[in-house]
């Protein structure tokens, strides 16, 4: 909801939270280090490439979105986080293996500076990582406050004015919501008592929700998209945002899908498989965590072709999801689909999509635009459930638990844009 429409100046330091210093966090850092000192531009960021109509100058180019909107300078990002492995942004970096050190050499030190605190950790929800940085706490309400005050220190030393946070760590195993995460109250309950069913990443969005730093979930984890993070999201006046950046194939399956309902073609199968050998594809290599991620992925086509409204073209669809960890791919993640569609008189078509790409490159300019944003909104006074932030996202998380999420790329674009436009001054 908003509460006002005006927002507050985005003068200051804005300080950008990442609890997961790994491949993602440690690209975006170094590629607003780059642009900041004329390096490439932020390919793939609508924050820093879009540009908004002019309504003086309609025939005009029109306003980029940072300025129409307001929204801070790349200068005045301040980067920190958490991780159970890397001691440091250039470490996370290196070990990655995302850039090449002729891309890290320039911005060497100042990665090096960003010093990452023990994180929460918990291995029975990341069984394929050994940690070796993880916080001592003798409980889960205990690692929480440790958080908060790992907030709060980071907000003072870096001299912040405001904060984001966004999830950038691994995914967890797969557990569905239980009645601890129903409400604020049974939360802090199980947080107390060490409810197994509490996961790190659900500590860290309270954490941030308790500090008043808005919250975005890059990962398939249940994390804000309970009933205990939204009823203290809503009690804080605090964005909140969800989940599982939409990077590689569903972008694209996003992107056909809605081609082909548009065209009233049917639909008999869609088989999607990638190959990844980074260390999100080492912990997906666990059953149970790649089931989070297919949880994430299986919805977007049933959502988009609305087989109960078309049950002659896409009633019978069979879709299926694989991921297999490869190491010497690294994080060149490759993606294959074959899709299986049906016309006139019901004869069969084919496509057949091989999508190479990189993951965190496509993933970083997403970190960097959910922070500019819900720092936005929080000015805005908004709170809760920011919606209109599911071009982001794989599952987008909907303020209503029986609401339909919009899943069509275009749809998603025309409602962030207009979101945007909204707000330009």
């Not at 907030?151 to 195993?173: A, H, K, N, P, Y």
Request: glycine share 8%.
């Amino acid at each position: 909801m908003t509460t006002n429409d005006s927002a507050a100046s985005p003068s200051g330091r804005l300080g950008v939270l990442m609890p997961g210093m790994g491949a993602v966090s440690s690209t975006l850092i170094a590629g607003v280090l780059a642009a900041r000192s004329g390096g490439p531009a932020p390919i793939g960021s609508i924050s820093q490439l879009e540009f908004l109509p002019d309504p003086d100058n309609p025939d005009e180019a029109g306003r980029p979105v940072a300025d129409a909107c307001d929204l801070p300078g790349l200068d005045d990002l301040v980067f920190g986080g958490w991780d159970p492995i890397s001691a440091n942004a250039l470490e996370a970096a290196e070990t990655a293996g995302v850039l090449e050190s002729r891309d890290l050499a320039p911005v060497s030190g100042e990665l090096e500076g960003v010093v990452t605190m023990p994180a929460v950790f918990d291995q029975d929800w990341v069984r394929n990582l050994d940690p070796i940085r993880v916080k001592e706490s003798t409980s889960k309400w205990d690692s929480a406050l440790a958080l908060i005050d790992d907030i709060e220190r980071f907000r003072v030393e870096q001299r912040c004015d405001r904060l984001v946070m966004v999830w950038c760590g691994s995914t967890e195993v797969y557990r569905p919501p239980s009645a601890v995460h129903a409400s604020l109250e049974a939360f802090e309950a199980g947080l107390k008592s060490d409810d197994p069913d509490i996961a790190p990443s659900q500590i860290y969005a309270y954490a941030a929700l308790m500090t008043d730093t808005p919250f975005a979930n890059g990962s398939p984890n249940i994390s804000c998209d309970t009933g205990f993070a939204e009823e203290l999201a809503a009690d804080r006046g605090v964005p909140i945002a969800g989940k599982d950046f939409k990077t590689g194939q569903t972008l694209i399956k996003t992107t056909i899908a809605p081609a082909i309902r548009a065209r009233m073609l049917g639909m008999r199968g869609w088989f999607s498989t990638n190959i990844l050998g980074n260390r999100d594809g080492l912990v997906l290599d666990d059953p149970d965590a790649f089931r989070s991620k297919e949880v994430s992925k299986l919805g977007v086509l049933h959502d988009i072709l609305e087989p109960e409204k078309h049950p002659e073209l896409y009633g019978e669809l069979d879709h299926e999801v694989r991921i297999n960890y490869f190491p010497p791919r690294g994080d060149q993640k490759e993606g294959w689909d074959a899709i299986d569609i049906f016309g006139w008189m019901g004869y069969p078509m084919q496509l057949k999509v091989n999508f190479l790409c990189r993951d965190s490159i496509l993933a970083a300019p997403i970190v960097l635009d959910l922070a500019l944003f819900l720092d936005r909104a929080a000015r805005a006074g908004e709170s809760g459930v920011q919606e209109w932030l599911s071009f982001y996202f794989k599952a987008p998380q909907v303020p209503d638990e029986d609401g339909r999420p919009e899943h069509d790329l275009f749809v998603q674009r025309d409602v962030l844009l207009s979101k945007l436009n909204g707000w330009a001054s």
